[in-house]
């Protein structure tokens, strides 16, 4: 039996759970700049690459594709989706098989003020949302949120209730912002694949019962059809490929709006993992279609009800930088697998 094309994810950091899910299907090559990122130390293969703005970024990606049988790359944060899609698209070498959306759709979303723009262009639903001059901050229907456009993690977000708190705020953030409508309800994530042509493959929605520092820690999945079909009709019009985590609110006034769309693995990458119906989860449907495999669409099929609780856990490093397997107590998680194959760059 032919093995599966190996995966490789950029920027992993401290998703070891990602990692970790998809190494139980296929080999892992994990790039991170930092040699103590732990989730590195989930993979068969740890890798490093020059800087996201280097010009040898991609070519070392290439590289690194090449030698290890890679069918497809994802990225872990926003910072390379844009550069991953452009490699994509330029069709001269080198090319990598990323699993991202269209540079223009990566751009967009990565600016929330043009994501806004883009979702009201499709007719999708977007909370009001202007640029901070500072008439137009007079007119404003208060509360709003001063937002950064660029941004993750929930950085420098600040509630104003009236314009001289607007206009503070503006001023304070050191970067370009936006000024949108404050939500009231519930936030509400839509976690969604979409495969290599576009179509989305599923939609699950959970709730966000707690979040820290932006990344949902605590959530449970949901049977929710107007969602579900709200999360298709997203993936379907920007055309998104690969992963996506749909941020929504549900107002008591406005109904549901639409306030982020990243196109990556969200937080609650757990949620997706545990609901999924068996074989569907995503991490075994990336592995599927790196491998050529056309899977059907089977959106709202998941199981409704299963909470996630994220937390944190450690690994203890010999003196050349190699998991050891102890832990500080037992009945935590497995110690990790050392890698099957040599370290490529680690360090």
């Known amino acids: 039996m ?18 970790s899910c998809f ?8 790039v991170d700049p930092n040699p103590l990122a732990p989730a590195r130390y989930a993979a068969q293969v740890r890798a490093s690459a020059p800087p996201i703005d280097d010009p040898e970024y991609v070519p ?9 049988g890679v069918g497809a790359v994802l990225p872990l944060t926003d910072l390379d989706i844009e550069k991953l899609a452009q490699a994509r ?16 759709v990566a751009r967009a979303t990565y600016d929330k003020y043009e994501a806004h723009l883009l979702l009201e262009r499709l007719g999708l639903p977007s909370p009001p949302t202007v640029l901070p001059h500072h008439a137009v901050l007079d ?8 937002k950064p456009r660029r941004g993750s993690g929930a ?27 404050a939500m009231g309800g519930p936030e509400l994530s839509i976690d969604c694949l979409g495969d290599p042509d576009g179509r989305c493959l599923n939609a699950i929605p ?20 107007e969602l579900v079909g709200l999360g298709r009709k997203v993936m379907e019009a920007l055309g998104v490929r690969g992963p996506a985590t749909i941020q929504v609110f549900r107002d008591p006034r406005l109904g549901i709006r639409i306030t982020d769309v990243n196109t990556r693995f969200g937080g609650a990458f757990p949620a997706p993992v545990l609901a999924a119906l068996p074989g569907r989860s995503y991490p075994e449907l990336i592995v599927r279609m790196a491998a050529g495999e056309r899977i059907a669409p089977h959106v709202g099929e998941y199981t409704a009800g299963v909470t996630f609780t994220r937390y944190y856990w450690q690994l203890e490093l010999d003196e050349r930088m190699e998991p050891t397997g102890k832990d500080i107590t037992t009945g935590g998680p497995p110690p990790p697998r050392r890698p099957s194959q040599p370290s490529s760059h680690a360090g």
């Not at 094309?5 to 070891?16: C, D, E, H, Q, S």
Request: proline share 9%; glycine share 6%; aromatic share 4%.
């Open 2 to 19: 032919t093995s599966p094309p190996a995966i490789m994810l950029t920027g992993v950091g401290k998703r070891y759970d990602i990692v």
């Open 23 to 30: 190494a139980a299907h296929t080999t892992v090559v994990a």
């Open 60 to 68: 070392e990606l290439a590289r690194l594709c090449e030698a290890h």
């Open 89 to 104: 698209e330029d069709g001269t070498p080198p090319t990598l098989p990323a699993l991202v959306p269209s540079s223009e």
């Open 139 to 146: 007119a404003l229907d208060y509360p709003v949120m001063v």
């Open 155 to 181: 950085r420098s977000i600040h509630l104003a209730h009236d314009p001289s708190q607007a206009r503070f705020f503006v001023e304070y953030v050191h970067e370009p912002t936006m000024v949108q409508r």
């Open 206 to 225: 959970r709730t966000m019962l707690e979040s820290r520092g932006g990344e949902s820690i605590k959530g449970t999945v949901i049977d929710d059809p």
